[in-house]
């Protein structure tokens, strides 16, 4: 994920730029980069490493002056952080260019255009973006045209914006997978990732849809269509006010990161899958290689991350047919694991600094020099992201509540996609398939959202638990990992002992527990096991416990006394039941916190980061 900023203005646009891009740091940081188009009508270009403040600092030396510019502030996807990588790029002092998002065909592209004598500056994929306009430029004579016509070669996923002396006065953007907005001003037209870097300078903003291409002057915004239809687009007026990591309008930051889940899931997903399919280079550009010929995955990690990583077992075996091993990392780093050739040994960590998870991945290289390790981490600055081989960031944002919440359904996104890029590089997971999962992964936010308006019913649960100690969570297959979240956030938040059994497992042992003082939760999503559960339902019913059922609408669990029933949603499918019936469980536990009276947002005992073991 990287930030765009640009516009067409009265004045200097070199400060909006800035200021703009400092609001856009959270996507991304590790080098950032500006470029005018001066009263000379030259293309004037600065860039620096690292984050947006070092690009200002190198701007006041260089007094960088023009009416018309874009800007980047960059997360590494192709090429490391270096200032060669850090966009905009520039082709044949003609064409400057910033991107978010994934040519998937690049190298394809790239080889076509040496072969016509481009020069490549950098290890990016965006330079085939500028090679690809400058050369459809000299056909066509616009810079719209040249946009419309050279997108048409682009796979992949990408917001674009672009500039050229060769047709001063306007900017040429295009959306495809990626996000872009324009911000209507009265002295100038502009354009940004998020109307966050916009929101001092106007509140006018229309948001592109996928496969428009805009063309914008000082005084002019038109839009076309996907079908290069000239399009009208609703302007909208922004509410928002205070971008801050302030709880808002929310009593705790729980709960406000409980109810950011919808955007999170949407900034994961962003730029890392299209309408029909998911971008394996979203792993990088090794992964295809290292996906071909993984035979075994190991993954590591602790608390709720683990707990996603449970999902993910199933998953992965399901979709992508590799045997897939889980173990919690304070106790793999000391156990002298056996570790095959060809793993795919993945950590998980909102933080990646957690000792023993990054403890364990130092381990493994060591046993086995050839395995390669992936990471699934929310900080882009973090030990784990350093050291490991493929990474990939969750975007949930900065989490603040120590209760883990957006980054764990964020994580559950990202092994998703993980699920279908392995599926598809050891060719067990057709492209009808995958569209359906896609499909599903699109829906998601609304789904989450949908879930979130049960909120007031959930308070009501939540009563339930006033005089409580105990606590049992059941579900089956994947739901189980669920039911593990939902007891750890249980525990962690209200103090009650809360245990997570997959619910076949009850008469072996856990039955015994069960007594009217015991609340039972269940997640019932309408799978291949709902008969099996019902059946366990029966049983925990007949020891006299009262009951929680989270269910989809179409379980149609059997109403008994001292039960109560939420139906969630309706039509989930394998990977998104897992994520949707998270929501429940986390808002349930986030009330029983407020009736208990403990800290919410930092429960006693424990810590956001776990950097010692
Ligand atoms: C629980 C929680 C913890 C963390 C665990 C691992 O809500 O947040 O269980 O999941 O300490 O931390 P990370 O994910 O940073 O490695």
């Known amino acids: 994920m990287c930030g765009i900023i640009g516009g067409i203005y009265q004045n200097n646009i070199t400060p909006i730029l800035i200021d703009g891009l400092k609001y856009l740091e959270y996507r991304g940081y590790d080098s950032a980069g500006l470029v005018v188009l001066t009263n000379d009508n030259v293309l004037q270009r600065v860039r620096a490493i690292g984050k947006v403040v070092n690009l200002e600092n190198n701007i006041n030396s260089e007094i960088i002056n023009g009416t018309i510019g874009i800007a980047h502030t960059r997360w590494a996807t192709h090429g490391k952080p270096s200032t060669k990588n850090a966009h905009p790029h520039i082709c044949n002092d003609s064409i400057g260019v910033v991107h978010n998002g994934i040519i998937e065909n690049f190298l394809e592209l790239k080889a076509q255009q040496q072969a016509q004598n481009y020069i490549f500056t950098s290890d990016t994929d965006t330079e085939v973006i500028g090679h690809a306009i400058h050369q459809a430029l000299k056909k066509y004579g616009t810079l719209l045209k040249a946009v419309q016509s050279a997108i048409t070669t682009f796979q992949g996923a990408y917001s674009l914006g672009v500039i ?97 889940q919808p955007q999170a899931i949407s900034d994961t997903l962003e730029s890392r899958i299209t309408k029909d399919k998911v971008l394996t280079l979203a792993f990088g550009h090794k992964a295809e290689i290292i996906f071909k010929k993984i035979k075994h995955v190991q993954i590591i990690a602790c608390g709720t991350s683990y707990n996603a990583g449970l999902v993910a077992k199933y998953w992965i075996e399901d979709i992508a047919k590799i045997p897939t091993h889980i173990e919690v990392s304070s106790e793999y780093r000391y156990r002298n694991p056996i570790v095959l050739d060809n793993t795919l040994f993945i950590t998980i960590s909102q933080s990646g600094e957690t000792a023993d998870t990054l403890e364990a991945l130092r381990v493994v290289k060591k046993i086995n020099k050839n395995i390669h390790s992936l990471t699934i981490c929310n900080n882009s600055e973090s030990s784990l992201i350093r050291e490991s081989e493929l990474i990939f960031l969750t975007h949930a944002g900065p989490e603040i509540s120590v209760a883990s919440t957006k980054a764990f359904t964020t994580q559950l996104v990202s092994l998703a996609l993980l699920s279908v890029t392995l599926g598809k590089c050891q060719q067990q997971i057709s492209q009808t398939q995958e569209k359906v999962i896609v499909n599903g992964l699109n829906h998601l936010p ?49 103090y009650i002992h809360a245990e997570a059994y997959p619910a076949g497992e009850l008469k072996h042992g856990p039955i015994a527990l069960i007594d009217k003082n015991t609340p039972v939760i269940a997640v019932a999503p309408n799978d291949e096991l709902l008969d099996k559960l019902k059946s366990n339902l029966q049983e925990v019913k007949s020891r006299g416990s009262q009951m929680i059922v989270f269910e989809e609408e179409s379980s149609k669990v059997t109403p008994m006394q001292d039960m109560n029933i939420l139906s969630i949603t309706n039509n989930l499918g394998r990977i998104t039941a897992p994520i949707i019936f998270t929501i429940p469980l986390q808002l349930l536990s986030y009330h029983v916190a407020l009736i208990k009276g403990t800290n919410v947002d930092q429960p006693r005992n424990l810590a956001k980061s776990v950097t010692v073991e």
């Not at 001063?168 to 870097?197: E, M």
């Not at 001092?200 to 428009?212: A, C, P, R, V």
């Open 164 to 260: 050229s002396p060769q047709n001063p006065g306007h900017i040429v953007i295009a959306r495809s997978g990626s996000p872009l907005i324009i911000g209507l001003g009265d002295n100038g037209n502009f354009i940004a990732s998020d109307q966050v870097a916009l929101i001092s300078i106007t509140k006018q903003f229309i948001f592109l849809e996928e496969g428009d291409v805009a063309d914008i002057t000082k005084d002019s915004v038109i839009i076309f269509d996907k079908n290069n239809i000239k399009v009208e687009r609703e302007i909208k007026i922004s509410k928002l006010k205070n971008w801050q990591t302030s709880k808002g309008n929310y009593a705790h930051y729980m709960q406000k990161e409980i109810f950011e």
């Open 446 to 494: 609304s789904l989450v959202a949908k879930a979130l308006e049960q909120e007031d019913q959930i308070i009501e649960l939540a009563n339930t638990f006033k005089d409580k100690f105990n606590a049992l969570f059941i579900g089956r297959g994947s739901m189980h990992a669920i039911a593990m979240e939902g007891a750890l956030k249980l525990k962690e938040l209200s």
